[in-house]
């Protein structure tokens, strides 16, 4: 079981290694509660990741990695380390299935083991893999800052509303975050005065996490229910709604936090430009459309209790957490490889043959 760690940190980070295992900025217990977990063992991150103490596309598949290093860590030394390590792979893949990246970073720690020399120091360089993915990342969300605020300026070089759905920040990725990064980007160019932030039903990734990331730093934000969206685009003149992935399929299909879907419409419908950013590890080229993507459902209990009431109204629940935006609602995605405008499967797989941008 991971253990609480007290870590006093200025600039909070929502992964960090320590000598000890990985630390977790414990994502259920913001805002309100900076506390970080330790996770010592691949079971513990495993069930980080079901808890949602580390919650967001790229942070799960960065927090996988190190799961594996730590896996490696506890095995000490293997006659065939693939097969001592397959029972983590397994876990940790099993543990939320729509966000891509948890695959994708797990194949990269996969096949760094598949190519290691006999003699090499398996832990240290899955360590260091894990390392090198987490900080590719962070990297990766700065490019995307910058080409996402260039979309923005490139349409109205004023301050303007955006709106964003769910948290695709700092705490969920290596640091500075997908859409978040771009907002934070276009804020220090002067081109946001305002974020609309979605609460975001059920889980709340809006309120708890959006709102707290965006206050830090001066943002101004403020919060809606999800479906006021509508009213708020009639009302407010809003530029772009900018939002994260948590897979995106070959022809531009998104998959995303429930309710993206429904802000693709309304957006359609008022004339507001869709973003979405994201970094290529979140682009699945084996599915050629959206509906191929697996979406999460989760338990009814977060439905059903409110505050610190369980209701009991005796209805069924249908609690799907992702959504498919399809490709013809999204005027851009952009990643580190570059920008794709109203995206589809031949210039994803352009796209997706070209290095990256940094
Ligand atoms: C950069 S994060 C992009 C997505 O992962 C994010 O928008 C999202 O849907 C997260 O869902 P969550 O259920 O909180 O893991």
């Not at 063992?41 to 799960?60: F, H, K, L, W, Y």
């Not at 830090?216 to 229910?225: D, K, N, T, W, Y």
């Not at 708020?232 to 992935?245: H, N, R, T, Y």
Request: proline content about 4%.
């Amino acid at each position: 079981m991971a253990v609480e760690a007290a870590v006093p940190r200025e600039q909070f980070q929502a992964l960090a290694w320590s000598g000890d295992g990985l630390l977790l900025l414990d994502q259920r217990q913001l805002p309100g509660n900076e506390s970080y977990l330790l996770c010592r063992t691949a079971a513990d991150v495993a069930e980080a990741i079901n808890a949602m103490s580390v919650r967001g596309a790229p942070a799960i598949g960065i927090a996988a990695a190190y799961g594996i290093a730590l896996a490696a860590r506890e095995l000490g030394s293997a006659d065939d380390w693939s097969a001592a390590l397959e029972p983590s792979f397994a876990m940790l893949e099993g543990t939320r299935p729509t966000a891509v990246n948890l695959a994708w970073a797990l194949r990269m720690m996969q096949q760094q083991l598949q190519r290691l020399p006999e003699g090499s120091d398996v832990p240290a360089t899955l360590l260091a893999l894990a390392r090198q993915i987490h900080d590719s990342d962070r990297e990766a969300n700065l490019t995307m800052g910058r080409l996402g605020m260039q979309q923005l300026r490139k349409y109205d070089k004023r301050p303007q509303h955006v709106i964003t759905h769910c948290n695709a920040g700092a705490l969920a990725t290596g640091g500075f975050g997908t859409a978040l990064g771009v907002i934070r980007t276009a804020h220090a160019a002067g081109l946001i005065e305002q974020v609309h932030a979605n609460e975001t039903r059920p889980w709340l990734q809006g309120t708890r996490l959006t709102a707290w990331e965006l206050m830090r730093e001066g943002i101004p934000v403020s919060l809606q229910a999800d479906l006021a969206v509508g009213h708020l685009m009639k009302e407010q003149s809003i530029s772009w709604v900018i939002v994260g992935a948590d897979r995106i399929a070959a022809n531009g299909d998104v998959a995303n936090k429930i309710g993206t879907y429904a802000l693709a419409v309304l957006a359609m419908h008022h004339g507001v430009r869709f973003m979405v950013v994201a970094p290529s590890s979140t682009i699945d080229m084996q599915l050629d459309n959206g509906d191929l993507i697996p979406l999460e459902e989760r338990d009814a209990d977060e439905l059903l209790i409110v505050g610190n009431r369980q209701l009991d109204t005796g209805a069924e629940v249908f609690n799907p957490v992702f959504d498919v935006t399809p490709a013809d609602l999204i005027d851009v995605i952009v990643t580190e490889k570059g920008i794709i405008e109203r995206p589809d499967a031949r210039k994803l797989a352009d796209m997706m043959s070209r290095q990256r941008l940094h």
